[in-house]
């Protein structure tokens, strides 16, 4: 029998995500790992009045992909698929992997290519602004979060409020919270992180604020804008490993000067992090600072989709911007990174840093110290 959960999540995506409405064509993309979301989720599109088109790949072709295709195949990009991403009304991506470090042998080099040429996909996609990207929870995701199957079934289904008996009315009380500080920002001009081996400030004068409460995103839970691209200066240092392609980038720093990386380091796979941000000029700039909301995300658990929304931390991408918050950096790159600014437990082996905690400030005020809003 399905997870009642499941069904109330695929009602929460269609209707409340998506605002799927009638004679849409509605495309969902997942593993076949997911099969029992996108069945409901079919299910609601069509009770929408809508028209599904499901899309399920086999689990394991990616790493046959890199190691088969050649140059040409790496750079390939459908007619059908150029036809299909400018016709569809609204996208469905579901993260739903059995195999989280399944690309870890794959040459970054052959992953550049790949992405340079999904560019044209993705920017066709973000310029609709009609598109979802949530995950279904896999034995994969739970390694990686040191959790049981159950444990991170429970933990996705409350991320999302699937747990609730009205998971809309939940979203709204995010939405309500974020307009507030987005109402402090939106006249800001300068944004700056101090924190452990952290001083960093950048200019977002004029940028638009956006508020994630759920419709790109699910789960959510941030505030996010394009950082004026030649405005950051100073030094970070990320608390968290970020991956790509599966593998694990840890312990990265970073130095800007006129809102370009100088300077980039990681412990672990340095030569992926040097690789990525020369795959085109705008992948050394900032194309994204975000601000975490959710403190019901309480634990790093190795996946960006729910990390960058941990209450108490700031993300900021490398690549591109999002056009609807005036951001002008383009590139085929986006990646997110994370500074935890909370206060930590006394662990030494705890997230790096965390223990001292952090602050950021606007205009010179304090908008968040320790992981706290004083607003």
């Known amino acids: ?214 419709h790109f995103n699910m789960p959510s839970g941030e505030v996010f804008t394009g950082p004026i691209e030649t405005s950051a200066e100073g030094y970070i240092r990320y608390t968290y490993p970020v991956c790509y392609r599966g593998k694990e980038v840890d312990d990265v720093r970073l130095v800007f000067r006129k809102g370009k990386v100088v300077e980039a380091h990681a412990k672990k796979n340095n030569a992926l992090l040097q690789t990525m941000i020369k795959i085109d000029p705008g992948a050394k700039r900032l194309g994204e600072l975000g601000i975490g909301t959710n403190y019901g995300i309480k634990r790093f658990v190795k996946n960006i989709l729910f990390d960058e929304k941990i209450g108490g931390s700031v993300h900021l991408a490398l690549g591109m911007s999002y056009t609807e918050t005036g951001g002008k950096n383009r590139s085929a790159l986006h990646w997110d990174m994370i500074k935890d600014l909370r206060r930590g437990p006394s662990d030494p082996d705890g997230p790096r840093g965390s223990r001292r905690g952090g602050q950021i400030l606007v205009d010179g005020k304090v908008l968040q110290k320790n992981g706290e809003f004083l607003i």
């Open 1 to 214: 029998m399905t997870d009642p959960r499941v069904a109330k999540m695929a009602r929460l995506l269609v209707r409340y995500c998506g605002k799927i409405k009638k004679g849409e064509t509605v495309l969902v993309r997942a593993s076949t790992s997911a099969e029992p979301l996108v069945r409901e989720m079919g299910r609601e599109i069509l009770r929408a009045g809508a028209h599904p088109m499901l899309r399920l790949s086999p689990e394991g072709f990616g790493p046959i992909f890199y190691a088969e295709a050649s140059k040409e195949q790496l750079a390939h990009v459908s007619k059908i698929t150029l036809y299909e991403a400018r016709n569809i009304d609204h996208l469905f991506n579901i993260m739903s992997d059995t195999n989280t470090r399944a690309l870890t042998s794959v040459p970054p080099r052959k992953q550049a290519i790949t992405e340079r040429a999904r560019r044209k996909i993705s920017d066709i996609i973000m310029a609709k602004g009609r598109w979802t990207l949530t995950l279904f929870p896999t034995a994969a995701y739970a390694q990686d979060a040191e959790m049981s199957l159950a444990e991170f079934e429970d933990f996705v289904y409350s991320t999302v409020f699937a747990d609730k008996r009205d998971p809309v009315a939940e979203w709204k009380k995010v939405a309500r919270f974020q307009a507030r500080l987005i109402r402090r920002l939106r006249r800001a001009d300068e944004v700056r992180i101090v924190g452990p081996d952290t001083d960093l400030k950048m200019s977002v004068k004029g940028r638009i604020w956006k508020n994630s409460d759920g």
